[in-house]
């Protein structure tokens, strides 16, 4: 009974391994490592500790005036005062303080998603280049064997010079073209060590990961718009607006000044009291109210202009999607029947057509499976830039 427990929490294990693809693990990775993502944690932290600092109160002041007269006895004074805000101004600051920080992490996971959806990408385009020199690999074989058989016929008298040319053309062109792609491969996995702050990784898979989406457009735009870390960030600095016009608005009322005297001489007696000031902002806060609710209004309007263009990239994005989707539906049903390359050989072999018309029908389906791979990309490019939110 142990046994078959042991096997079932393994086999359980494995298939849990391998549930989680190979671009989730880079994903993973990135996240870990990247240098951009870690300075930015670094920068967010003293943004933090800035907007701290910003609520710190005034500094006390510390006075000391001493008179030279000998007749009377060489007075001194210390005054120790503190200054304050109107206190409805704390209350104010206390909440921008908050809403500032908080508003950091919507500034952090744009950040964050923005990085992880480019190696994403990138990891995209690495299994189309995988994909490719798979493809080109076998033509290049193919292109190979039909050289060296129709050079062997033209040797024997049943070739002729041009059908040979053509195909030594083509087996050039695809050894360039593989040449090429090997070279993308190379540079794509730098890209990738780069996101990953240095650190290899490896990505040699030719599927793309499954991921299903639910294809109610509006459920898609809901979800996008009000998980989208830049407009959270503007609908924060909208709010931030609104609470900075409030203490620019207490910002007007006296500010208070509170202290202690001491007064002593050689002569006289000493003597302390206290002091209380006070101070009307006639001309420090002019125009700040004024200036508070313009910016107020501008991050209205920032954030339905954002909003409006956030919609409607989603909108060209579900568009060209489906199109997508449909395309590639086409093109799965069509190579889902026998290779058309593999009967193509055999009606050479059979001489059933010539090896211009084979060859012209060779480009033609290498034509056509490019499309197709190329269409499988740019389907997965726009479903991975819908589903950014789950980033």
Request: include cysteine; charge should be neutral; proline fraction near 2%.
């Amino acid at each position: 009974m142990l046994r078959i427990l042991l096997i079932i929490i393994i086999t359980g294990l494995s298939i849990q391994g391998m549930a989680q693809s190979s671009v989730q693990r880079i994903l993973q990775e990135v996240e870990k490592n990247n240098p951009k993502l870690q300075a930015h944690q670094q920068y967010l932290e003293a943004q933090k500790l800035g907007i701290r600092s910003q609520n710190n109160l005034a500094n006390p002041e510390l006075e000391w005036e001493k008179s030279f007269s000998s007749q009377e006895g060489k007075p001194y004074e210390i005054l120790v005062s503190q200054s304050f805000d109107f206190p409805t101004s704390y209350i104010y600051k206390n909440q921008l303080r908050d809403e500032k920080i908080t508003n950091l992490k919507n500034i952090q996971a744009k950040v964050r998603q923005d990085i992880l959806l480019e190696t994403e990408l990138i990891c995209f385009e690495l299994i189309y280049r995988n994909k490719q020199n798979i493809e080109l690999s076998t033509r290049l074989d193919n292109a190979e064997r039909l050289t060296r058989f129709f050079e062997k016929r033209l040797q024997e008298g049943d070739a002729n010079i041009l059908e040979v040319n053509k195909i030594r053309m083509l087996a050039l062109n695809t050894k360039n073209q593989l040449q090429l792609v090997r070279n993308k491969i190379s540079n794509l996995k730098k890209d990738l060590q780069k996101q990953n702050g240095g650190l290899e990784l490896n990505l040699d898979d030719l599927e793309y990961p499954v991921v299903s989406m639910d294809e109610d457009t509006k459920l898609l735009l809901e979800n996008a718009v009000t998980t989208d870390p830049y407009l959270n960030q503007l609908k924060a600095n909208e709010q931030i607006a609104s609470k900075e016009t409030s203490l620019v608005k207490t910002n007007s009322l006296p500010k208070i000044s509170i202290g202690y005297r001491y007064l002593g001489s050689d002569l006289m007696k000493e003597a302390n009291g206290m002091k209380l000031g006070i101070s009307i902002p006639l001309w420090e806060n002019k125009n700040k109210v004024k200036q508070a609710k313009l910016m107020e209004l501008f991050r209205k309007e920032e954030l339905s202009f954002e909003k409006m263009e956030k919609e409607n990239e989603y909108e060209k994005l579900f568009q060209t999607f489906f199109s997508l989707k449909s395309s590639l539906s086409d093109y799965q049903n069509v190579f889902a029947e026998k290779k058309y390359d593999s009967l193509l050989r055999k009606a050479l072999d059979f001489g059933e057509i010539s090896g211009i018309e084979y060859l012209m029908e060779s480009i033609y389906y290498y034509e056509s499976f490019d499309t197709y791979l190329e269409i499988e990309h740019e389907y997965n490019i726009n479903k991975a830039k819908i589903l950014r939110y789950l980033l």
